[in-house]
């Protein structure tokens, strides 16, 4: 029966890297846990020195922990908006990635949300925060937003593997070996596919798709008014929050990109995860590309125009001054460039628009990096001694420890949960997934 | 010696001494010594409110008689960083010596006054101390308002609420799910696919 | 033939010739003529007049910076440095060197603020930073979590992080705490404590003490009472108005308590 060769087709290309790993991702495995170890050396050595052994000083005191937060934080919640909003909108092409989706959000959020504590000064205080929190401290907001959109993702997440676990229980179970059997067995929380809890399911996960996105979007918020509630240049704006969620809507569904281009690759979901999908999310990064512009074009042109005190001198600083070459190669390389190489037919293609999207996402690293550096570098005090900021091995390190930790976490994930999610894949398309030229377009639910 | 050269000398003497007694003199005259004056603090009584008060002083010369026309100075003693006078305020005499300054205390407590002539060619500098209680209350320094008061206070419950409404949410879709899935279970009959092991 | 008691008239009327002479001829008059004001008796336990305990906030701290005197001399970070045992790179009193279009430099010491609506303050997430009853911002370096949230939030940059373990001093001051916290806690963040430990004992703030130009007056704002190094003392709400004292970035609403007068040092030119 066709019907069900192709589920099987679907099923096999879900779950087969739960089964096996193979040596190339054993070996892929090897390296990122040794990328992360040297990350977790360089952080036993900073607990042991304290932040002297940063390029941190008395004027720049964050760096990059702060701003790797906003980054890799970003691509979390964008990532996860991205999922919850394609759920809501019901978009048909949706079903191979919410899962890869919430995924990475996951995963990007358990790396980032270390940073914070990574950059303090006494992180064996950090629980201080809890015990004599106080509300009116960004610092707080932040914990709170934090903690709520952790939860709320985990259950995101949770919510539609449930089907998924259950599969695993039932046609893996004698497969795997026993510790797996049982995990899965006490995961799928007794699930049987019965009428009455799938709609039940279904309503969760449509309450959960509405809440997590005013949740995820209250993080970056906060974030942003770690910055905008204080006077430093470039950073006492209104715009703020708005623009880190916009921006970490941006990062995150290019992230998505480069990581569907891997996963299809790797595990061998050309037939699932087609050119359509990177079309349809390579639209979505135009817009956003042209969104995010839209918000620097409102920013520069406020404060261009005026060029007010420090502000002033931080934009010429940027724009012209030492920081130029830095800040147009983001705008051209990053934004500009991208948006091009998606536009173009010629280009918009798999290897294209996952070229624009690494593009992307570096150029976004390196916007986060210009927003919280030169904002302290900046003195608003009379002196012109502006001091450059030279990040340490120890906080590269850390830095490219966080960056393999998505990766290593998400072949983890994938080794222990379907890649797609198999239950709505299968919702959408009884009869198997759609022929690729119109990959769930025009088709399915 | 001769008695003419002592008489010479003595003579000589005589003079010179004589003619230094005189510069001396002539000295002292042609510069008259500053004449001592007094001052004498007629006011406040005892104690006085924390508001503006008078406080008045009378310059006298040794014999007692008024000087009008010469500035006096008020100064207050303050004490937490050692003795040091300030300057409050200054007036000058009239013609019955006596001037009158304003002075508003500005702590509770003993207040202790000091008025100071600082002298002029024809008279010496003099000065007087005094004390006095102020009583309260005194108006302390107020800090600035901030502004918002009203809703810097509610934020925190509104946001403790909105909180609260988000974590309920999760917990009753969780509920929810499981109490489906259970109650699903009970009511399934004996064939349906069970997990194994 | 000028005497040496000079009857010059424009001689400070301090000199000690006069005061003793003027105390001398007084003293006789003094003891008739006042009225037995003094015997009131004073109640000893409130102290002398103005002194009241430390605690009850009947001091508001503030501060006066006289830029007519001042010269760059650094004396007043050298001694704070000093006392309280800082590294190079934390001056919780710093002084900039200000050059106009022409050249020419002007000096601005600058310590904290001690607002009355400070940024730290409220950014502060574990009240590490607070305000005692004398209006004095502290940092209780035993709560600070190091997160520098407070660095970023002033705007005078007044505040220091202790990224190194800090010189250690010698031993009688191992107990550090937030009126004079020698010494610093590494990972934490230090600054300005308007020296209210040497209040307390009737002491002046260690950079007002070491300044030779007499540029730095603290100020009781309860009391309106001024005072600087050398026993300068002045009603500090007229010194302010008559000296168009100015308070910096106070447009930004923290409400500075550090009133600077206008000037580029002139005051140096005797």
């Known amino acids: 029966m066709t019907a069900s060769s192709m589920e099987s087709g679907i099923r096999e290309a879900a779950i087969r890297p739960v089964l096996r790993g193979g040596w190339r991702w054993w070996a892929i495995f090897a390296l990122l846990t040794v990328i992360i170890s040297v990350g977790g050396v360089a952080y036993a050595y900073q607990l042991k020195d304290g932040l002297a052994v940063t390029g941190l000083d008395q004027r720049t005191s964050w760096g990059f922990y702060i701003s790797n937060l906003i980054f890799f934080m970003g691509i979390s919640y964008g990532a996860a908006i991205a999922s919850a909003v394609m759920r809501l909108t019901d978009v048909p092409w949706r079903r191979g990635l919410t899962r890869m989706l919430e995924s990475i959000a996951l995963a990007a959020a358990l790396a980032g949300a270390l940073f914070p504590v990574i950059d303090l000064g006494r992180p064996e205080r950090g629980w201080y925060l809890f015990r004599y929190g106080q509300i009116g401290s960004p610092v707080v907001w932040d914990v709170i937003v934090v903690t709520n959109y952790l939860v709320a993702l985990i259950l995101f997440l949770y919510l539609p593997l449930i089907p998924d676990f259950a599969y695993c229980r039932d046609q893996l179970g004698d497969r795997l070996g026993r510790v797996r059997r ?252 759609p022929p690729s030229a119109v990959a769930g377009v025009t088709g399915g639910k | 010696m001769t008695t003419r050269g002592m008489t010479s000398a003595l003579a000589i003497v005589a003079i010179v001494s004589t003619m230094f007694f005189a510069a001396g003199t002539a000295r002292a005259q042609q510069e008259p010594t500053a004449r001592a004056t007094a001052i004498k603090i007629t006011q406040p009584a005892d104690q006085v409110p924390a508001k503006p008060a008078s406080v008045s002083a009378q310059l006298t010369d040794a014999s007692g008689k008024a000087l009008g026309g010469f500035p006096l100075k008020l100064y207050v003693l303050t004490e937490p960083f050692g003795a040091r006078l300030m300057k409050v305020a200054e007036a000058t005499t009239e013609a019955d010596g006596v001037a009158t300054f304003s002075y508003k205390p500005t702590w509770v407590g003993d207040i202790k006054v000091t008025v100071i002539f600082a002298g002029t060619k024809d008279f010496a500098a003099s000065q007087s101390n005094s004390q006095f209680k102020a009583v309260g209350p005194v108006t302390l320094h107020r800090n600035a308002d901030f502004g918002l008061e009203s809703i810097r206070q509610w934020a925190p419950t509104v946001v403790g609420l909105l909180v609260a409404a988000i974590w309920s949410t999760f917990i009753v879709v969780v509920v929810r799910l499981v109490f489906a899935i259970r109650s699903d279970d009970a009511a399934a009959t004996p064939n349906a696919p069970r997990a194994k092991g | 033939m000028k005497g040496q008691t000079g009857g010059d008239a424009s001689a400070p009327a301090w000199s000690r010739r006069r005061l003793l002479g003027g105390i001398g001829a007084a003293a006789g008059m003094a003891a008739a003529s006042i009225i ?235």
Not at chain 1, 247 to 260: C, D, K, R, T, Y
Not at chain 3, 104 to 114: E, V
Not at chain 3, 203 to 223: E, G, H, I, Q, R
Request: aromatic fraction near 12%; glycine fraction near 6%.
């Open chain 1, 182 to 433: 049982v995990s899965y067995r006490a995961l799928a929380l007794g699930w049987s596919g019965q009428p009455g809890q799938r709609k039940v399911l279904r309503q969760g996960i449509t309450v959960m798709s509405i809440l997590i996105i005013p949740v995820a979007m209250a993080v970056p918020s906060v974030l942003a008014w770690l910055f905008s509630v204080t006077v430093r240049p470039g950073w006492n704006s209104t715009i703020f929050a708005p623009y880190f969620v916009l921006g970490a809507v941006f990062s995150g569904v290019a992230a998505l990109v480069i990581i569907m281009a891997v996963i299809r690759k790797a595990y061998h979901l050309e037939s699932i995860i087609t050119e359509q999908h990177f079309r349809m999310l390579g639209y979505g990064l135009i817009a956003l590309a042209g969104a995010y512009l839209y918000f620097m074009i409102s920013e520069y042109v406020t404060e261009g125009y005026k060029m007010t005190g420090e502000t002033g001198s931080q934009l010429e600083l940027l724009m012209t001054g030492d920081l130029a070459w830095v800040f147009w190669l983001f705008v051209v390389g990053g934004v500009l460039l991208p948006m091009a190489t998606i536009a173009i037919p010629l280009t918009r293609n798999i290897l294209g628009i996952t070229v624009a999207s690494i593009a992307i996402v570096l150029g976004m690293f390196v916007k986060r990096f210009l927003i919280v550096v030169p904002g302290l570098a900046e003195s608003v005090l009379p002196t012109d001694v502006l001091k450059a900021y030279e990040p340490t091995w120890v906080e590269v390190a850390i830095t490219l420890a966080a960056a393999a930790a998505i990766p290593w976490l998400l072949m983890i994930f994938f080794r222990l949960f379907p890649v797609i999610s198999i239950h709505e894949f299968e919702a959408a398309h009884p009869d198997g997934p």
């Open chain 3, 36 to 270: 037995p004001l003094t015997q009131i008796p004073v109640a000893e336990s409130q102290g002398a007049a103005g002194q009241a305990p430390a605690k009850s906030g009947a001091r508001q701290w503030a501060f006066v910076i006289d830029m007519r005197r001042c010269d760059g001399c650094l004396y007043c970070t050298k001694a704070c440095q000093k006392e309280h045992f800082l590294p190079k790179d934390h001056e919780w009193i710093k002084v900039f060197e200000i050059k106009d279009r022409q050249g020419r430099k002007s000096y601005m010491p600058r310590l904290c603020m001690m607002c009355e609506n400070p940024p730290c303050l409220k950014v502060c997430p574990t009240a590490a930073t607070f305000k005692n009853p004398e209006g004095v911002v502290l940092v209780d370096q035993s709560k600070c979590i190091g997160c520098r949230m407070c660095m970023a939030a002033c705007p005078y940059e007044a505040r220091y992080f202790n990224y190194k373990d800090p010189i250690k001093p010698p031993s009688p001051f191992d107990n550090p705490m937030p009126e004079f916290p020698v010494p610093q806690q590494k990972g934490t963040v230090g600054k300005c404590i308007l020296c209210v430990h040497n209040a307390d004992k009737g002491k002046l703030p260690f950079c007002v003490d070491a300044c030779t130009m007499d540029a730095l007056y603290v100020v009781d704002l309860n009391s309106d009472v001024m005072t600087n190094g050398s026993g300068e003392t002045y009603v500090f709400s007229k010194y302010i108005y008559d000296n168009d004292a100015y308070r910096y970035k106070e447009e930004l609403n923290t409400s500075p308590r550090v009133w600077y007068v206008a000037g580029h040092g002139q005051a140096l030119d005797f």
